[in-house]
């Protein structure tokens, strides 16, 4: 399938960015939060770390549900062009109809206005008096005929604006939604920066250094295994090719990316439309184990799905993180795992 979604709105973008880095990915397990807050923690950078991670995970989830409602807000915004456009032709083809009735009617009037039996008894050829008067039955029929028809065309305008009149509801909800999710977004990132700015320059410096214990340029392991498909194959390099580009939430490429955006936006030059969310990408193909996985294959993470990855091969995934993280290698054991879905 085609893909069909537009670059992500330049400023939702800015609004989103943010300066500040995470410790998510200080060790495989600890990425977005994948180790929780004990209750003797080791001191305040530890405890730092994991409230930002969760702040990181929870602003996640909610991007992919901006990306949802934006992707359904793409959707009705279409079927609502579509109804409009089908309401403007069936009232472009009710008013043909309504005048081709008004001129039969008009030439009626002006020909039968008096009396058939009057006209019959006046007329000085009886036998062109009756052709007319069958003529006129003939035209009477098709006029009753189309107006049958008109009526039976201006019920189904009328079903079709209500069907408009809804979907344009539906999208103005979808529109508020995609506000909302918008708005818990930035919240979730503003208290995460606010944390981080709040701590010494030096527990910050070393959140920083941890959160670039991954791949994030440079020498390239390379791939290992072969792929499951030439689409997933092409699909690898794509992906290759982002990594050291800016995690930026609500977007799809080229120049950034969240993490669904990545997938969707790799698969897309193959030729392979993706679903614009995490959890959609989770059910885009088969599952498989993740002893099966072969580069190419999604990895989702979290019992919800909220991540997504691709799997390269020798225990490792390219993925886009979080804000202030560039496109990246990092084990595939990361966090919990919700499923491997090849495409």
């Not at 530890?46 to 991007?63: G, I, M, Q």
């Not at 992707?71 to 309401?87: C, F, G, I, K």
Request: glycine share 8%; net charge positive; with cysteine.
């Amino acid at each position: 399938m085609a893909s069909h979604r537009r670059p992500s709105h330049p400023g939702l973008n800015r609004s989103a960015k943010v300066t500040v880095l995470s410790a998510a990915a200080a060790t495989a397990a600890a990425a977005f939060g994948a180790t929780p807050v004990s209750a003797d923690p080791a001191g305040p950078a530890e405890t730092a770390r994991a409230h930002v991670d969760r702040l990181y995970a929870e602003a996640e989830k909610a991007t992919e549900g901006f990306n949802k409602a934006d992707e359904r807000t793409d959707r009705l915004r279409e079927e609502v062009a579509t109804a409009q456009d089908s309401v403007a032709r069936g009232q472009e083809r009710i008013n043909r109809m309504r005048g081709a009735l008004a001129s039969v009617a008009g030439a009626q009037y002006r020909s039968g206005g008096i009396d058939p039996s009057l006209a019959l008894l006046l007329s000085e050829d009886p036998d062109t008096y009756l052709d007319k008067a069958a003529a006129l039955d003939r035209i009477s029929e098709r006029q009753a005929g189309a107006l049958a028809e008109l009526r039976r065309a201006q019920r189904r305008l009328n079903q079709e604006r209500a069907e408009a009149t809804r979907t344009l509801a539906e999208l103005e909800r979808s529109r508020a939604e995609v506000l909302r999710h918008k708005r818990a977004v930035e919240k979730k990132l503003a208290e995460a920066r606010a944390l981080l700015n709040s701590l010494p320059s030096e527990e910050r410096d070393a959140l920083d250094r941890a959160s670039r214990s991954g791949r994030d340029g440079g020498s390239l392991p390379p791939v290992s295994g072969e792929a499951a498909s030439s689409r997933a194959a092409i699909a690898v390099q794509a992906a290759r090719s982002a990594v050291g580009r800016p995690y930026v939430w609500g977007a799809n490429g080229p120049n950034s990316f969240d993490c669904s955006g990545l997938m969707q936006w790799s698969y897309a030059q193959a030729g392979v439309g993706l679903p614009r969310t995490s959890q959609g990408q989770r059910n885009a193909g088969r599952h498989v184990s993740l002893s099966e996985a072969r580069p190419g294959d999604l990895v989702t993470y979290r019992s919800d799905a909220s991540h997504v990855a691709m799997y390269m091969g020798n225990g490792q995934v390219v993925h886009a993180p979080y804000p202030g993280a560039a496109v990246r290698y990092d084990p595939v054991g990361m966090m919990p795992i919700s499923a491997v879905t090849r495409v």
